[in-house]
């Protein structure tokens, strides 16, 4: 099954919004997006998202603007493991299997479909490559999803820790976030023609 979403969220942090063109199948997910932030400084966000099977990131291309110029990011993994940044080597990055967009709900979808959190009970820590925005510079995170509880439309309430940071964030039964406290909320779904976002 494929659908292909188009998500909009209000991005409470920066006081921003976003809107990502996705599509979704039973193991992979491609999308492209835009974001409009107005904190630390106003800067805009243009990014394409590829995962390869198990919703495993194989790219992240990131573009940010603001008064400082523009800034491109080239995000990639091998699927084995390995990362490069920019086609520089990253070992700090070696065995996470997904990106982390900062501010960007998009990106917290692939670790919840690749294990079911959305679906059944469980704990899951993992290695990210998380990209701050909008400097586009990337760090290694250790995150943890915990599945809390469902909710009445077939989604669910799922912690998510890093460091001291932690809240209690809703997914729709698509695995994408419909509301994630003080950072963002859904404010609009709709569905366009099926296409390759790749």
């Known amino acids: ?34 974001a409009v932030g107005m904190t630390p400084e106003p800067y805009w966000i243009s990014y394409s998202l590829r995962t390869g ?6 790219e992240l291309r990131v573009t940010a603007e603001s008064a400082d110029g523009v800034r491109e990011l080239v995000l990639r993994h091998d699927g084995t493991g390995r990362w490069t940044v920019g086609g520089e080597p990253r070992p700090d990055l070696d065995g996470a299997l997904d990106c982390d967009l900062g501010l960007c709900p998009l990106t917290n979808t692939m670790p919840v479909l690749r294990h079911g959190l959305h679906r ?10 998380w990209v701050s925005v909008p400097d586009l510079t990337v760090y290694a995170s250790t995150q943890t999803y915990t599945r809390l509880e469902g909710t009445g ?12 940071f932690r809240r209690e964030v809703e997914f729709d039964a698509d695995g994408f976030v419909v509301d994630y406290p003080g950072l963002a909320r ?9 296409r390759d976002h790749g």
């Open 53 to 58: 099977d198990g919703f495993v990131t194989r």
């Open 153 to 164: 439309d077939g989604g669910a309430l799922i912690r998510f820790v890093s460091g001291d």
């Open 186 to 194: 859904l404010v609009g779904r709709g569905e366009s023609p099926a």
């Open 1 to 34: 099954m494929t659908t292909s979403p188009v998500l909009t969220w209000e991005i409470l942090e920066n006081r921003g919004y976003e809107t990502a063109w996705a599509r979704r199948t039973e193991t992979s997910l491609h999308a492209r997006g835009r």
């Open 120 to 129: 059944s009970g469980g704990e899951r820590e993992f290695r990210m490559a």
